[in-house]
T-cell receptor
């Protein structure tokens, strides 16, 4: 069975702080993909990144970076110099067979001015 | 380009009433999905349609039915609503049923059952 755990239910930081959102996954499949989605207060789900199980290179996109470690089954997300607009719920998701996604419970990030 | 659209945006039902949530996509995607989002539980898959003409149960299908009306449209029906079905419902689509395909989400329908 597939499982995604986001142990941090809520995180609160002050603007300009760096923050890391943790994601741990479980699967017996050797081919899988990991995703991060952002859900701002408006409610829609915004795709952030996709990473396949054969590519362990870290990725940086502006203030966002992702650290994928198969050895610890983790796919953590770091926001550098956080901004108020980063306040949202962030979901990590695992995709194995077909296209179905298994989501974590989400982490509510609040960035205070 | 509207992407994935859902109607209605909000709905209040009484226990036992029925309703259908509508979803349409204009991206020529083959696969479509229905999720529900409850506080503290992330999104859970209710039903999916890997391709036109097929539907399959997801993680939490009880109390729901779906219809893949055509390639563009995928509806979710609650035959006899229960308070436990109070949730936010998201429809999504992807190009094909294959691992690695990104899903595109609609804006959601907030449903309250009293």
């Amino acid at each position: 069975a597939q499982k995604v755990t986001q142990a941090q239910t809520e995180i609160s930081v002050v603007e300009k702080e760096d923050v890391t959102l943790d994601c741990v996954y479980e699967t017996r499949d050797t081919t899988y993909y990991l995703f991060w989605y952002k859900q701002p207060p408006s409610g829609e789900l915004v795709f952030l990144i996709r990473r396949n199980s054969f590519d362990e290179q870290n990725e940086i996109s502006g203030r966002y970076s992702w650290n994928f470690q198969k050895s610890t089954s983790s796919f953590n997300f770091t926001i550098t110099a956080s901004q108020v607009v980063d306040s949202a719920v962030y979901f990590c998701a695992l995709q194995t067979s077909g296209s179905r996604l298994t989501f974590g419970e989400g982490t509510q990030l609040t960035v205070n001015p | 380009n509207a992407g994935v659209t859902q109607t209605p945006k909000f709905q209040v039902l009484k226990t036992g009433q029925s309703m259908t949530l509508q979803c349409a996509q204009d991206m020529n995607h083959n696969s479509m999905y229905w999720y529900r989002q409850d506080p503290g539980m992330g999104l859970r898959l209710i039903y999916y349609s890997a391709s036109e003409g097929t539907t399959d149960k997801g993680e939490v299908p009880n109390g729901y039915n779906v219809s893949r009306l055509n390639k563009r449209e995928f509806s979710l029906r609650l035959e006899s609503a229960a308070p436990s079905q109070t949730s936010v419902y998201f429809c999504a689509s992807s190009f094909i049923w294959q691992v690695g395909n990104e899903q595109y989400f609609g804006p959601g329908t907030r449903l309250t059952v009293t």
